[in-house]
């Protein structure tokens, strides 16, 4: 996809760490923050993990959650 779309940035880290600090630091930082979703479950409230949902309401960033 970079090839796709150069003028896009894009950048890939590898960080240590609880994963709600993590996303929620990187997400102050970013202007996107994109998430995948396992879409398992019988419930559509627990089709998103506590990652996730935790992103969603304290990340200032747009957030993409994706399959």
């Keep these: 996809m970079r090839r796709r779309y150069p ?3 894009v ?3 590898a960080v240590i760490g609880h994963p709600y600090r993590v996303l929620a630091e990187a997400g102050v930082r970013s ?6 979703a396992r879409g ?4 559509s409230a627990l ?3 506590s990652v ?3 992103v969603l ?3 200032p960033a747009t957030v993409a959650v994706v399959r």
């Design 7 to 9: 003028t896009v940035e």
């Design 57 to 59: 309401h304290h990340v």
């Design 31 to 36: 202007r996107m923050v994109v998430l995948g």
């Design 47 to 49: 089709r998103l993990g």
């Design 40 to 43: 398992k479950g019988g419930f």
């Design 52 to 54: 996730t949902r935790y």
């Design 11 to 13: 950048r890939a880290e």
